[in-house]
């Protein structure tokens, strides 16, 4: 059984007069149907989800060498892990579960949660271990690693990285 992923405190709750985010896209966005019904076995997209800002991205770095970027504006969430036509990233590396952990985007409050889904060889920001099945807030410029794995992958915003 798939577990509701809890809203992390200061995280608004769904509006109670309309559909949360999710719901609406579910009905207007076929691509996103679709990549729900491939994904839900695994995950539920929590209702406190919202869309993020324009250019949320990862930077991707393997061994110290620049990798290419990966863009976080377009879902409110994204698997990552080794289940190729599961995950949205595959991350390719032993030490990563086949869905290995979600970015959760909390778009009115412009923060990205990474959520752990129980993996085996565990996820880090910034080098402390992600308590599984718990959405914890990634912040701004933080390090996230996989397992052993020696890829990272740095969140920034737009607004960081115009300055760059």
């Given at each position: 059984?798939?577990a ?149 992958y ?11």
């Amino acid at each position: 059984e798939v577990a509701e992923v809890e809203r992390p405190e200061g995280v608004d709750a769904a509006k109670s007069d309309g559909l949360s985010a999710h719901q609406e896209l579910l009905l207007s966005n076929k691509a996103y149907k679709a990549k729900v019904k491939i994904q839900s076995d695994h995950f539920l997209c929590p209702n406190w989800a919202t869309m993020p800002e324009s250019g949320v991205q990862l930077d991707v770095r393997k061994g110290g060498q620049k990798m290419p970027t990966i863009q976080l504006d377009r879902n409110l969430y994204y698997l990552f892990g080794r289940g190729k036509g599961i995950v949205d990233f595959v991350v390719e590396h032993p030490s990563a579960s086949r869905v290995h952990f979600a970015l959760i985007h909390d778009g009115a409050n412009k923060t990205t949660y990474v959520y752990d889904l129980g993996s085996k060889a565990g996820t880090r920001i910034d080098g402390k271990l992600v308590p599984p099945k718990k959405a914890v807030l990634l912040p701004d410029g933080a390090m996230l690693t996989v397992g052993s794995s020696s890829r990272s992958y740095i969140l920034r915003r737009k607004s960081l990285w115009e300055d760059d």
